[in-house]
């Protein structure tokens, strides 16, 4: 009886035991269709700041853009019909937020919270400051604090 114990002790540890793999995946680019290839570039470079950077030879058709942490953003020209949805958005943090909003004023580039009220901010229940911005296609773009907070966070401890 014990030894039938003790085979089922060690089923049951070794199916605890067995870990999901981890691959360490990093984000590399989110792509987006776009109904004017340049002009979305003209506002994620010039109104974002993002680098532009080689598109691998794809065309005119194709332009990519580079976060400061080297993820990219595909814009990808298409007729293709889309939607955009609030709840799908693209999420970035900065730890300019307040100087980013009045960019954004003296731009006349309108920005809201969550709840759609127009020149504001919301924080989240994490403590997290955000705003959201469309692109010229409609896409959203959440525009956050978070990397302060954490950086706060972490100097904290």
């Known amino acids: ?3 039938v114990i003790l ?3 060690f089923i049951i540890s070794c199916n605890y035991c067995i870990s999901q793999p981890n691959f360490n995946f990093k984000e590399d680019h989110t792509a987006i269709l776009v109904k004017d290839v340049n002009t979305s570039a003209k506002f994620y470079g010039e109104i974002l700041g993002l680098k532009e950077i080689y598109n ?3 065309g005119e058709k194709f332009r990519w853009f580079e976060f400061t ?3 990219q953003i ?3 020209e298409s007729t293709d019909d889309f939607t955009p949805h609030k709840g799908i958005h693209l999420a970035i943090n900065t730890n300019k937020l307040a100087e980013l909003i009045e960019y954004l004023r003296q731009k006349n580039i309108p920005f809201e919270n ?3 009220e127009g020149n504001t901010t919301n924080t989240r229940p994490d403590e997290v400051k955000q705003i959201y ?4 296609d409609g896409y959203w773009i959440e525009i956050n604090d978070n990397n302060l907070k954490k950086n706060i966070l ?3 401890q």
């Open 1 to 3: 009886m014990k030894k």
């Open 133 to 136: 911005i469309r692109d010229p």
């Open 154 to 156: 972490l100097n904290s």
């Open 114 to 116: 969550w709840q759609g």
């Open 56 to 58: 691998a030879g794809l």
């Open 69 to 71: 942490n080297k993820v």
């Open 7 to 9: 085979i089922l002790c």
């Open 74 to 76: 595909h814009l990808i």
